[in-house]
C-alpha cells in the first residue's frame, strides 16, 4: 500500500525542521491563498492547506473574495499577494467563478511565489530541465506521486509508465518529470482519443490513473507486481469513488489507496514549494 497519509506526515515532520531553521535565520515561510466564491469543497480544501501550515510552524494569509469579485478585484488581490513580504509563496484557488479568465489570473502571478508550480514560466522551466535539481516550484499532485514512490522504493529506471489523462495540473508535467534523468522512465501519455488503452496499460510497469472516470481501470489491465496509482476523485452516490476498480490491488504489486494516497502528498509538496521558496 502505498500510503500517502504516513508519507505526507514524514515530510511535514522534515518541513517542520527546516522551517525552525529559517525562524533561527529570521526568515517565516508564509503560505498565501486566494480563494473566490463558496464552492464548499474549495473552502474545505483552503482550511486543510492553513491547519497544515500552523502543524509545520509556517505563517499563512487568507484572503477570500464573493462570487461576485469582478476581476479588477481579484488581479488587485494577485498583486497584494505579489507584493507581500509575510507570503513567500501562494496558490489561486481553482477553479474561479465563471466569467473569470484563469490565465490571465494565473500570468499574473509571481513565478517565484507560485506555490502550486503551474506558472507558465515554472512549466516552461520544468520542460527544458531534464535533469539536475530545480530551484523553481514542481506541480504539485505530479511531484507528490513520484516522491510516493520513491520512498516506497518503486523501481522507475527502464520502467514502463502509462498515465490514463493529459491534463495540466497532473498529466502533462507528470510525463516530464517521470523522464527525467535519475527517474529515466518511459512514457505513454493515454487520453480520449488513444486507441486500445487497455493494452497501452497492460505493458506498464507503473500506471497513473488522472481521468475523473469512477473505476475506469480493471485488474484485467494491471500487469502482476506493477505500480498503480489512483489520482482521479469522482463524487458518486456512493461517495467519493477513484479511477481505479478497487479489485486491481489483487494484482498490482503496490497500490495508493482513494483517499488517502495521492492525495495527501499533493498538500505536502505544496508546502515544500513554500519552505524553498523561502530558503531561495
Not at 265 to 280: E, G
Request: charged letters at 20%.
Amino acid at each position: 500500500m502505498l500510503d500517502g497519509l504516513a508519507t505526507a506526515k514524514a515530510i511535514k515532520a522534515e518541513l517542520a525542521v527546516e522551517v525552525a531553521k529559517l525562524h533561527q535565520a529570521g526568515i517565516t515561510p508564509g503560505l498565501g491563498t486566494l480563494l473566490v466564491g463558496d464552492d464548499p469543497g474549495s473552502h474545505t480544501y483552503v482550511g486543510g492547506k492553513h491547519r497544515d501550515c500552523v502543524e509545520i510552524g509556517m505563517h499563512s494569509v487568507r484572503i477570500d473574495l464573493p462570487a461576485s469579485a469582478s476581476l479588477s478585484d481579484i488581479k488587485a488581490a494577485v498583486r497584494d499577494l505579489n507584493d507581500s513580504k509575510e507570503v513567500t509563496g501562494y496558490i489561486v484557488q481553482l477553479p474561479l467563478p465563471k466569467g473569470i479568465d484563469s490565465n490571465s489570473i494565473l500570468e499574473l502571478m509571481d513565478p517565484s511565489k507560485d506555490a502550486d508550480g503551474l506558472h507558465p514560466i515554472n512549466l516552461g522551466r520544468l520542460v527544458m530541465n531534464v535533469s539536475g535539481e530545480m530551484t523553481s516550484p514542481l506541480p504539485c499532485t505530479p511531484s507528490g506521486i513520484v516522491e510516493l514512490i520513491r520512498r516506497y522504493q518503486v523501481p522507475t529506471s527502464g520502467a514502463e509508465v502509462a498515465i490514463i489523462g493529459r491534463g495540466l495540473t497532473v498529466g502533462r508535467p507528470l510525463g516530464l518529470l517521470m523522464t527525467r534523468k535519475g527517474i529515466d522512465s518511459t512514457v505513454t501519455i493515454l487520453h480520449s482519443a488513444s486507441k486500445d488503452i487497455p493494452e497501452a496499460v497492460r505493458r506498464a510497469d507503473i500506471v497513473v490513473a488522472a481521468l475523473g472516470q469512477p473505476h475506469f481501470v480493471k485488474p484485467e489491465w494491471i500487469k502482476p507486481g506493477a505500480a498503480v496509482l489512483d489520482v482521479g476523485i469522482t463524487r458518486t452516490v456512493a461517495g467519493l469513488t477513484g479511477d481505479v476498480d478497487p479489485r486491481v490491488a489483487e494484482v498490482a504489486g503496490w497500490v495508493s489507496p482513494n483517499p488517502g494516497g495521492v492525495g495527501p502528498m499533493t498538500r505536502a509538496m505544496l508546502l515544500k514549494n513554500v519552505v524553498l521558496a523561502a530558503q531561495n
